[in-house]
């Protein structure tokens, strides 16, 4: 039997359980109600549905109470008269998952219908429904149990206890087959046992808004965003122990300095081996901050032992250098980068002594000896904050470096006005997909500010219709350069591109692009906090992965990104007002200050890795090495461009936002 859900001009739904013990399938033996109640009685089960409904969002509170000791499985499925809606699942499922090479799962005539643990979305198994004049979405909303969600043409499911089918995705290259939906597992429950659940169901016309504005509304309604208040100058120690990282994973040669990308990874330390100024280590970057840094203010507001911990690191590491002289070795190293005039190929294998475009691991084997738009993009901002900033005598060279590799880009733009993405060092096109063009734009938007240039601004005015309409066509693909799949940093990329167009002409257009991004990263950022094992290494020091952002659709891991996030989301409070990317932006900045190696809690390694913060946070049963054990609440990898991201846009938020954050929001 099937109990009426929702009934507008648009969406129709109803709903009905089914339940399964080890031995039997369940016959419905009584169904009745109360009120707002829905009563149903199953062999051995009542299962208590209390229905409510509040501007456009139901919410269905579940008592499920056992007669009798016995293995149960209950099905909550929803009926939809929506043919011709496309799914979406945060951090799962988008567009059918058809773009890019990797082995995640895909929505394809032979694999229709998943299942996926509620983990593995933004929001415990949230699924929405839309097309476009409707939408509807749904998600679990209590941590006592986990569910999964799995969804076919006409309806969609939530599952207790939680099972993955047809195939479990467990690492990026790794897609098992785990189960036929025959089979099952199963709950026990003991006699005059109560399990409690909770399920919130929006739906809406879509009232000329579309799917990441929804999403943001679901958000607002699901867990309302609480007040935050951060007193920055408290994380002073939390900085010092990043910067003492930082400066253990410096190499100084003959030809100048650079950080090592990572260090201490185990059998997989090979894939670290090499340097670049830009993406996975972020050397240039890096130069900024000890150029800028007053190290000298930070140690008057250190712990003790916090303040040994620098002062260690400094006499082992910068070889009796300033923090300025390291800065100007390491702008120095990477000008080696500019293979030919324009051609900049900043990634730097350090036992080889070959400079490539990119050499971490990646889907194209053919692109790591070109040149990339976001490499690029990322190192020559980062060049310019450099030369705008310090007084080295010879830093004209950087800006020669920088005017270099924009003339490259200028006069290799598409007719259509984009930058592409991989390019041949010959000067020919290789890819153009994805996003990866946008640094360029943020790029050559910041040299404007400079040198007011007017070749700059017109290549800009080319590009900014080609950036527009991949924002408005929803296009979020291709921005990490080891997956083409749909990613989080392609909405990054885009909206810093945009936030950029908009201080240099602040039209209203550009700032409803800009939100337009904001809401879809949004779905990538996680809204409630995972129920980790009390024994896990998370579970035991009450990791909070609220404020947490998953990378990727091809990787399924949690990272500290959000810091950078969070400096965006500020300025797009600043330009709009609206208080809820403040406080979103306040809730990432607390959630990627949680965890770091320190005298307090070492995270299982020595004293020379005081300042470390894991690159992965592994929430689900996914490894980006396919390492069983680090699954489920475990974190790993040592890679300094979480170190130099994290550092960077928290001392930038606390110069520029810090007074903000501590006041009432």
């Avoid at 399964?20 to 549905?49: A, H, M, S, Y």
């Avoid at 100024?277 to 970057?285: H, M, R, W």
């Avoid at 219709?465 to 350069?481: C, E, G, H, N, Q």
């Amino acid at each position: 039997m099937k109990i009426n859900l929702i009934n507008s001009d648009t969406i129709k739904a109803n709903y009905k359980l089914t339940v399964k013990t080890k031995t039997e399938n369940c016959v419905l033996e009584e169904i009745r109600q109360d009120g707002n109640k829905i009563i149903w009685d199953f062999c051995g089960l009542t299962v208590t549905d209390s229905i409510s409904e509040k501007e456009n969002t139901i919410t269905l509170k579940r008592r499920i109470f056992s007669h009798k000791e016995d293995f149960f499985s209950i099905n909550f499925t929803v009926f939809h008269n929506c043919r011709d809606c496309e799914l979406f699942m945060p951090g799962v499922m988008y567009q059918k998952n058809t773009k890019g090479k990797g082995k995640y799962p895909r929505i394809t005539e032979q694999h229709a219908s998943w299942s996926f643990d509620e983990t593995r979305c933004s929001i415990p198994g949230c699924m929405a429904l839309y097309n476009k004049s409707a939408i509807m979405i749904a998600a679990h909303r209590t941590d006592e149990m986990k569910i999964s969600s799995s969804f076919d043409e006409l309806s969609f499911s939530f599952r207790l206890p939680s099972e993955e089918w047809p195939y479990v995705y467990s690492s990026k290259d790794t897609l098992r087959y785990s189960m036929d939906k025959k089979d099952s597992t199963f709950v026990h429950m003991k006699k005059n046992q109560v399990i409690f659940q909770e399920y919130l169901i929006y739906h809406s016309d879509m009232n000329d808004l579309n799917l990441f504005d929804h999403y943001k509304r679901y958000v607002e309604i699901f867990r309302p965003l609480n007040d935050e208040h951060i007193d920055l100058v408290k994380l002073h120690n939390f900085k010092a122990l990043l910067l003492s990282q930082l400066l253990s994973l410096l190499e100084h040669t003959d030809r100048g300095s650079y950080l090592k990308m990572g260090r201490g990874n185990g059998k997989n330390q090979d894939v670290y081996e090499f340097t670049s100024a830009s993406f996975l280590v972020k050397s240039v970057e890096a130069a900024v901050i000890f150029n800028r840094l007053n190290v000298d203010s930070l140690k008057e507001n250190l712990d003790s032992n916090i303040l040994e911990i620098l002062n260690e690191s400094e006499r082992k590491n910068l070889n009796g250098r300033s923090y300025d002289d390291v800065a100007r070795d390491i702008g120095d190293f990477f000008l080696q980068a500019e293979t030919q005039k324009g051609i900049f190929q900043d990634c730097y294998d350090i036992n080889k002594n070959i400079w490539a475009g990119y050499l971490g691991v990646g889907e194209n084997e053919k692109f790591n000896y070109g040149i990339n738009a976001r490499t690029n993009g990322e190192a020559m901002m980062a060049y310019l904050e450099l030369y705008n900033n310090c007084n080295f005598n010879e830093k004209n060279r950087y800006l020669d470096l920088i005017n270099s590799v924009a003339d490259f880009y200028i006069t290799h733009q598409e007719e259509n006005g984009n930058y592409g993405r991989w390019w041949n060092i010959n000067g020919s096109i290789m890819d153009d997909f994805g996003t990866n063009g946008a640094y360029i734009l943020s790029f050559l938007s910041k040299l404007y500010k400079t040198t007011k240039n007017d070749v700059l601004l017109k290549s800009i005015n080319r590009a900014i219709p080609y950036y527009s309409d991949i924002i408005k066509r929803f296009d979020f693909y291709a921005d990490t350069l080891d997956a083409d799949s749909c990613d989080k940093e392609a909405g990054i990329a885009l909206l810093m591109a945009f936030i950029n167009i908009y201080q240099l002409d602040p039209q209203k257009q550009y700032l409803r692009l800009c939100e337009i991004c904001a809401n879809y990263i949004i779905t990538w950022i996680q809204i409630d906090d995972i129920k980790f094992d009390s024994k896990s290494p998370l579970g035991r020091r009450g990791f909070k992965t609220r404020g947490m952002s998953s990378v990727s659709i091809a990787n399924q891991h949690l990272d500290f990104y959000g810091m950078l996030i969070a400096y965006n989301f500020l300025y797009l409070h600043k330009f709009t007002n609206k208080k809820f990317y403040k406080k979103i932006a306040s809730i990432m900045i607390d959630s990627c200050t949680q965890l770091i190696s320190s005298p307090t809690d070492s995270l299982g390694r020595g004293d020379d890795f005081f300042g470390w913060i894991p690159e992965q946070i592994n929430h689900t049963n996914w490894d980006y090495f396919n390492n069983k054990e680090n699954t489920n609440g475990t974190f790993s990898i040592n890679i300094a461009w979480v170190q130099v991201l994290v550092l960077d846009y928290l001392d930038k938020i606390e110069v520029l936002f810090g007074e903000e954050l501590k006041n009432e929001i």
